[in-house]
């Protein structure tokens, strides 16, 4: 059975850093890409990372480009995003999807249930 499953979340100051984890189980890594989205209240779910091992790319948003990395540790079948010098609005509900690749959730099929990212001053 696919599923993917976050972990990592929590509550951290301006300018912290948190590992997030997507943890893999029913596919392999390299048949898929993995992408990582975020959704605060209020606000449309909003693509920021994706990766896929079987054409080495990785993509990421405008928001997070230089701050967040997205890397992949085959033999654990778990896909991480490093997020550093977290800023307020880095604030939300994070989710992991198994897809096809790419910044737009309608090319992913399998979705995490998500786990909440608190940035405070």
């Known amino acids: 059975q696919l599923q993917v499953v976050e972990s990592g979340g929590g509550w951290v100051q301006v300018g912290g850093s948190l590992r997030l984890s997507c943890a893999g189980s029913?596919?392999?890594?390299?048949?898929?890409?993995i992408g990582w989205f975020r959704q605060a209240p209020g606000k449309d779910r909003e693509g920021i990372s994706s990766i896929s091992t079987r054409h080495d790319s990785t993509w990421y948003s405008d928001s997070v480009s230089g701050r967040f990395s997205i890397f992949a540790d085959s033999a654990k079948n778990t896909v991480y995003l490093q997020m550093n010098s977290l800023q307020v609005e880095d604030s939300a509900v994070y989710y992991c999807?198994?897809?096809?690749?790419?910044?737009?959730?309608?090319?992913?099929?399998?979705w995490g249930k998500g786990t909440r990212v608190t940035v405070s001053s």
């Open positions: 999807a198994v897809g096809y690749g790419g910044p737009l959730a309608d090319e992913y099929v399998y």
């Open positions: 029913g596919f392999d890594l390299d048949s898929w890409a």
